[in-house]
């Protein structure tokens, strides 16, 4: 199964998972009247919605260049990552909403079993949707499918919260005549408020930065460097580096140095070595190298990225200052 069918299939498993877990949780919550199973269905439903985007992002970003979008489809994935992540906060302020009414007007709970009971299978079938979601996410390298694994895994952390707040609701009841615990429904439902829109804040950091044309972390930047340095003496030096990326698609280009008597055939196949080599650690990357005569009119941004040793510079300046 190739990158992009793998990308769909596991898009369409969380849509189906977190369907599911909606139905299970609303019905679960309004049958015993629990806010933070309710405030749950609200994080699941949130999910659901963030699924549906993933699925469509990853189905879009794949649609080749064309004449209209020049540059790929792949900024797709990050704007579906910052609506996410909108809808994650809108869904948060709801929830402390409610939690903080259960707070001020405390009410019973029947039926806790059932609470906890859903509130297991929630966080097992996500334990195992969100694995698949951030596996795919790496080797794919999909802002949009890590943002719906991100979501998952925070729904486990929350459900995982709730189910043990109405565990010892169960057990004050069971061992204790009419205890004054039910506010830790509604505090495990600030709880799993918190954790939401700290998921939130990262989702939408990391979308927005690809948006807004972010360079490549250091670490790849790095990589790209040391790419070329391998090629000196060939390469007399290099300047201009200038990186993005758009969904998994990046963007790479810069300028190379090279002896000005080089033929153009072989300043053609240094360029390809160096594009093939990029592609082969990046394979969706998009590089443009500029080839230049080194003649020893160094500026600033030339200087930094100069591979040759001083004496050999200096050769290159007198030969340019020579008269003709």
Not at 70 to 80: A, D, L, R, Y
Not at 86 to 94: C, K, N, Q, R
Not at 180 to 206: C, E, K, N, S
Request: net charge neutral.
């Amino acid at each position: 199964m190739d990158m992009q069918s793998r990308k769909i299939q596991v898009a369409r498993l969380s849509v189906i998972s977190n369907t599911i877990l909606v139905a299970l949780k609303l019905v679960v919550g309004l049958l015993i009247g629990s806010v933070s199973i309710l405030s749950e269905a609200i994080h699941s439903g949130v999910d659901l919605v963030a699924a549906g985007i993933s699925l469509f992002s990853v189905r879009t970003s794949s649609i080749p260049a064309d004449e209209e979008h020049p540059f790929g489809h792949g900024k797709v994935e990050n704007i579906s990552g910052t609506i996410e992540a909108l809808l994650i906060f809108v869904a948060s302020i709801w929830i402390i909403y409610e939690a903080m009414q259960k707070l001020i007007h405390p009410q019973p709970i029947e039926y806790v079993g059932w609470g906890v009971i859903v509130m297991l299978i929630s966080a097992a079938a996500n334990i195992v949707v969100s694995e698949k979601l951030f596996k795919v996410a790496r080797e794919t390298d999909s802002i949009a499918l890590q943002a719906d694994a991100l979501h998952l895994r925070t729904d486990v952390f929350t459900s995982v919260g709730v189910m043990a707040s109405l565990s010892l609701i169960w057990v004050g009841h069971r061992f204790f005549p009419d205890p004054d615990i039910h506010w830790l429904d509604p505090a495990a439902a600030l709880g799993v408020a918190v954790l939401i829109i700290r998921a939130a804040y990262r989702l939408t950091v990391q979308a927005v930065r690809d948006l807004m044309d972010v360079q490549l972390p250091p670490e790849e930047e790095t990589w790209i460097r040391d790419l070329i340095q391998a090629q000196r003496p060939t390469i007399h030096g290099f300047h201009k580096l200038r990186t993005r990326k758009a969904g998994n698609f990046r963007f790479i280009e810069f300028h190379i140095k090279v002896d000005p008597k080089m033929s153009v055939g072989v300043s053609h196949r240094i360029t390809n070595e160096l594009a093939t080599g990029i592609k082969r650690r990046f394979p969706e990357a998009s590089v443009t190298i500029h080839t230049e005569p080194c003649d020893g009119r160094c500026d600033e941004s030339c200087l930094r990225g100069c591979l040759l040793s001083e004496p050999k510079r200096d050769a290159i300046r007198q030969v340019d200052q020579t008269p003709r």
